[in-house]
């Protein structure tokens, strides 16, 4: 198991909110909560940024951590991310943040501590460009989007 630095902003984290943990042995990422002051409605159409009441530091640029929508807040109800997805870089040490958008037909209620997205810790290959001339042939060479056919 990586052991991460980690920092409670909000004092109810951890005394009236469990910390984000793994639900299970297997799982690969952490619910991350919403720690608003008041339970709050998002309407049809609306994106909240919503403070987790935590900020890590990943402190290796070989790691950065995802923040992605828990699948059934977003297939049940439509609470997505407005970024679609969070990138949490390895040197950021300012509090978790999630922006939070109903892209549904209703309102949806986020209760305070609710568990509203999910972090996942992935490895980082950091490249810089060699520029070149040409290319050493590729089968694919420069088709895409769709070239190979749709069976
Ligand atoms: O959902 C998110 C996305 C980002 N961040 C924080 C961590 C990340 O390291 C920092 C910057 O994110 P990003 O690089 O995606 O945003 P930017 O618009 O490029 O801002 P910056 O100019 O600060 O890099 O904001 C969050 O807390 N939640
Ligand atoms: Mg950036």
Redesign the pocket.
Known sequence: MHRLQAKTLDPRLGRDFPLPQYATEGSAGLDLRAMLQENTRLEPGQTLLIPTGLSIYIGDPGLAAL?LPRSGLGHKHGIV?G?LV????S??Q??????CWNRGHTAFEIAVGERIAQLVLVPVVQARFDLVEDFAESERGTGGFGHSGSH
């Open positions: 923040i991310l970024n969070g990138l949490i870089d040197d950021y300012g509090e978790l943040m999630v922006s």
